[in-house]
């Protein structure tokens, strides 16, 4: 199993522009959550997914958009790109949910000038 | 609203010598508690977990404690080596789906 997989790993972006952050999982996992995380910072909570077809907002879900039409694929997209979302993002997913180990993909560094 | 303490923010420990870190979570329903260690530029990996019906789990040079009345758990890490320099995040699995994160404990080892 490849696990939890993240495209692209490297990205610059100019403010306004758009992108979407792709993330993969063979695991046949239900739940499926996206982070970002800021220079030496914790994780926090942008989405997350209980199953396809299901989202949910997390702490900080302003300026982004997901998506859930798999179990395998849970894009993340960002719209009209500020300079505040330059972070980390880190995908994870889990079988059943916050009771079990979350598995976290490679992340994806995003700089947005 | 739910949230997840995590003490002290930093701690730097000579090599040998053991270091504890101390998370307090708020949501009663939190029934899982997984530790995970992040290494610089890498992304977050469990090293231990524990569920709420056990007091105490230990796996080598880690161990873990839970207090649920008092709703307290601890990471132990005897025998420091310079590799167990890393942030450490300890997070609570909370009964709306979400997992409840720490702010991080950056742990120095000094050799």
């Known amino acids: 199993n490849a696990g939890v997989t993240q495209t692209p790993k490297f990205r610059i972006l100019k403010i306004g522009q758009s992108m979407t952050l792709q993330c993969t999982q063979d695991?046949?996992?239900?739940?499926m959550y996206w982070y970002r995380q800021d220079p030496g910072m914790g994780l926090k909570l942008i989405y997350y997914s209980v199953g396809a077809g299901i989202t949910d907002k997390g702490e900080v879900p302003n300026g982004y958009n997901v998506s859930r039409s798999t179990t395998e694929d849970f894009p993340l997209r960002l719209e009209l790109a500020a300079p505040s979302q330059t972070s980390v993002y880190f995908c994870a997913s889990t079988i059943q949910g916050p009771f079990y180990e979350q598995y976290f993909g490679p992340g994806t560094r995003l700089t947005v000038t | 609203g739910e949230n997840v303490e995590q003490h002290p923010s930093t701690l730097s420990v000579q090599e040998g010598d053991s270091a504890v870190i101390k998370c307090t979570y708020s949501?009663?329903?939190?029934?899982?508690f997984p530790w995970y260690k992040q290494e610089l530029g890498k992304r977050p990996q469990l090293i231990i977990d524990i569920r709420s019906n056990v007091g105490e789990k230990k796996d080598q040079r880690i161990a873990v404690t839970l207090n649920k009345t008092a709703k307290h758990f601890s990471l132990h890490i005897t025998e420091t080596q310079p590799e167990d320099s890393a942030v450490y995040f300890c997070?609570?699995?909370?009964?709306?789906?979400?997992?409840?994160f720490g702010t991080g404990t950056r742990l120095k080892v000094l050799a």
């Open positions: 997070a609570a699995g909370s009964g709306t789906y979400k997992y409840i």
């Open positions: 949501d009663s329903a939190s029934n899982y």
């Open positions: 695991m046949n996992h239900n739940y």
